[in-house]
C-alpha cells in the first residue's frame, strides 16, 4: 500500500526556518518523482519544489528560489523540504505528493502526481 506521510510542521517566525519530512512506505521512493505543494486558506494548491526520479534534478516555484530546498534520502525513503527566511506568505498546509511518470517540471503540477499525503501545516508569524 503506498503511503505518504509529512511532518515538520509547525508555528515560526518571520525569517525562521523549517525542515518538512515526507516519509515513503509501499513503494521505493527513488523510482518516483516527488513533490511538495501547499495550499493557503482560500487560495489553489501550488507547486512549491519537485525532484524527479533516479537522477534528481529539482524544480522550484519563483517563490521559493533561493529559500528552499528539496532533497531525497534513499536509504530512508524518505524526502525532505528544507525552508528558510520563512515569510508569512508561506503559510499553508503542505502535502507530499508521488508520481511514477512525471517528467521534467510536471512534478510541479498537482494533475500529474498520483499519490497524496495528509499534509502538515506551516504557520509563520510573529
Known amino acids: 500500500q503506498v503511503q505518504l506521510v509529512e511532518s515538520g510542521g509547525g508555528l515560526v517566525q518571520p525569517g525562521g526556518s523549517l525542515r518538512l519530512s515526507c516519509a515513503a512506505s509501499?513503494?521505493?521512493?527513488?523510482?518516483?518523482?516527488i513533490g511538495w505543494f501547499r495550499q493557503a486558506p482560500g487560495k489553489e494548491r501550488e507547486g512549491v519544489s519537485c525532484i524527479s526520479s533516479s537522477v534528481g534534478i529539482t524544480y522550484s516555484a519563483d517563490s521559493v528560489k533561493g529559500r528552499f530546498t528539496i532533497s531525497r534520502d534513499n536509504a530512508k525513503n524518505t524526502v525532505y523540504l528544507q525552508m528558510n527566511s520563512l515569510k508569512p506568505e508561506d503559510t499553508a498546509v503542505y502535502y507530499c505528493?508521488?508520481?511514477?511518470?512525471?517528467?521534467?517540471?510536471?512534478?510541479?503540477?498537482?494533475?500529474?502526481?498520483?499519490?497524496w499525503g495528509k499534509g502538515t501545516l506551516v504557520t509563520v508569524s510573529s
Open positions: 509501499g513503494f521505493t521512493l527513488d523510482y518516483y518523482a
Open positions: 505528493a508521488a508520481a511514477a511518470a512525471a517528467y521534467g517540471s510536471s512534478c510541479l503540477r498537482s494533475h500529474a502526481m498520483g499519490y
